[in-house]
């Protein structure tokens, strides 16, 4: 299995209500359970005597990011799009790759076809830094939604930042020096763009491949097309591979619809939050909700 992180966004409209849920306007609604049954965010749902204790909107950043492209796609100026069939793509491929996005930065490619099928995989996944995935204690957040985007051709994301854990992180994106995102997924074979070899392991690779990718090969772009992919993850970064997936906004209140978040690209060469500590605690401990709770009276 090969395992990629890299980078290359429209949600439909969603509100904060005042009691803390997330109402999503359009055909998919926002699984916000995810949230009460989040071990990445150590949250859970009790009941006692009617007492239910659930995450509060306060404790939580709700963004929602551009998070990976479709590359058998043309934009034209003026802001339209041109989507090309992948097999037409492939047929005229010395046509179509000087004026298609093609692959991201890192040399990977996602068609159209193959992210229509796979995006729902973003949702109940962890938000990182950097992807430093290996260890669910370092997740951020966690992905609520994802839908594709058929107008531009993107899989947008709908992603809760634990603000309570990491203020640090939650300041940086609502100050807009936080602006980047990149995406980790697993494939099951990846096909080269100049001669088709597909690759099931990252030792499978061809000569292209090995020593072009992401460059170019006789004048065309060497990639690998991406398929079978899950995603795992979604990472905030310093500055990505994809130049577009990007924090469109941060989600507003009902009440303050006007503040859409419009980020200012702004990047360091250093990330600070990579090592941001957990700030839920209690007396120098890690406390999680659950740990909370105990303590109760009625528990």
């Known amino acids: 299995m090969i395992v990629i992180n890299n980078t290359r966004g429209r949600i439909e409209d969603y509100t904060l209500e005042k009691n803390g849920n997330v109402t999503l306007f359009g055909n998919n609604k926002a699984n916000l359970s995810l ?34 492209s479709a590359g058998n796609v043309i934009e034209h ?53 950097d992807h430093v995935d290996e260890n669910v204690e370092d997740a951020r957040g966690i992905i609520l939604d994802a839908i594709y985007n058929t107008n531009g051709y993107f899989v947008e994301l709908l992603e809760a930042i634990d603000k309570k854990a990491f203020p ?6 609502e100050k807009r020096y936080v602006t980047d995102t990149s995406m980790g997924c697993h494939c099951e074979y990846a096909i080269c763009s100049i001669c088709g070899h597909e690759a099931r392991t990252n030792d499978d690779v061809c000569e292209h491949i090995l020593n072009y990718k992401g460059l170019t090969y006789n004048g065309l772009p060497v990639f690998e097309d991406n398929r079978g992919v899950e995603f795992f993850e979604d990472s ?26 419009v980020p200012k690209y702004y990047h360091k060469e250093d990330n600070v939050y990579r090592n941001e500590k957990n700030q839920r605690t209690f007396n120098g401990k890690i406390q999680s909700l659950s740990d909370k709770l105990s303590n109760l009276p009625w528990s």
């Open 35 to 68: 949230l009460k049954d989040s071990k990445t965010l150590n949250n859970i749902t009790k009941t006692a005597k009617v007492v239910k204790i659930v995450p509060k909107e306060k404790d939580f950043l709700y963004i929602r990011n551009r998070a990976v």
């Open 77 to 129: 100026k003026g802001g339209s799009v041109e989507l090309v069939p992948i097999e037409e793509y492939y047929n005229d491929f010395a046509k179509y790759s000087q004026v298609c996005r093609n692959a991201n930065l890192n040399g990977d490619f996602f068609s159209h076809e193959e992210l229509l099928k796979t995006y729902k995989t973003f949702i109940g996944k962890s938000v990182f830094v």
């Open 168 to 173: 640090q992180l939650a300041s940086g994106i």
């Open 236 to 261: 905030l970064v310093t500055e990505g591979a994809d130049p577009d997936a990007k924090i469109l906004e941060r989600v507003a209140s009902k009440q303050n619809r006007s503040n859409v978040f």
